[in-house]
């Protein structure tokens, strides 16, 4: 950035600019004043057809992602690819959370079942009940019959546990085997953040409700 550049923005109308870009990049999770200062000031050093890059996949993804229309993940289609792949094992599926917490588990390459994705766990403190999440969706895939097992993978915290325990009380008038992850998932960590090989132990090592 040159020296004109520099002048342009110490004015007044473009110090507005930046000022408003770094207050909605300090909103975004994880991101605090210096952070957003710094990936503002990155955005104004990158060429313009970079950081215009970056503005369309964000367009992109408002505008195109949705939820798979099976299993609640992220998708650009009716289907997302995982539900539409033929070569799943279709007797299993896997509950978690969260969109990422499904990533985090196609990473380990362990399993090759199907998900259902909740879009969140049973919170009452934060005013989070079963209506909330897609568990009737969950229920009625079960109740379609083909699985043989379904596998809890909710977060090893005081409400995943608890969301568990209340989807596996729903499910006990079906002929399907209750499992859950392997506690080699330190209890009270997410699964965003768990390595590939703990997420791997877990799946292999899944025990009984």
Same mark, same amino acid.
């Given at each position: 950035m040159g020296d004109d550049s520099s002048k342009r923005f110490s004015s007044n109308n473009h110090a507005g600019a930046v000022a408003e870009l770094v207050e909605n990049l300090g909103r975004l999770p994880g991101i605090g004043r210096k952070s957003a200062e710094r990936l503002a000031f990155h955005l104004l050093r990158v060429s313009e057809s970079e950081a215009l890059a970056l503005a369309d996949s964000i367009r992109r993804v408002r505008k195109d992602v949705r939820y798979c229309s099976a299993c609640f993940n992220l998708?650009? #289609?009716?289907?997302?690819?995982?539900?539409?792949?033929?070569?799943?094992? #279709? #007797?299993?599926?896997?509950?978690?959370?969260?969109?990422?917490?499904?990533?985090?588990?196609?990473?380990?390459s362990a399993y090759k079942g199907l998900y259902h994705?909740?879009?969140?766990?049973?919170?009452?403190?934060?005013?989070?009940?079963?209506?909330q999440l897609t568990i009737d969706a969950l229920v009625d895939r079960i109740r379609a019959g083909g699985f043989?097992?379904?596998i809890m993978a909710t977060n090893p915290t005081v409400e995943g546990d608890g969301t568990s325990l209340y989807i596996s009380n729903l499910l006990s008038e079906f002929s399907v085997q209750m499992t859950r992850l392997a506690r080699g998932i330190t209890a009270g960590s997410v699964l965003e953040y768990a390595n590939r090989e703990m997420i791997a132990d877990a799946l292999t090592g899944r025990q009984k409700l």
């Open positions: 998708a650009e #289609t009716d289907l997302c690819a995982i539900c539409s792949d033929p070569s799943r094992d #279709t #007797t299993r599926i896997c509950v978690v959370e969260q969109p990422r917490d499904l990533m985090s588990l196609e990473q380990s994705v909740l879009l969140g766990r049973i919170a009452p403190l934060d005013g989070i009940g079963p209506d043989n097992e379904v």
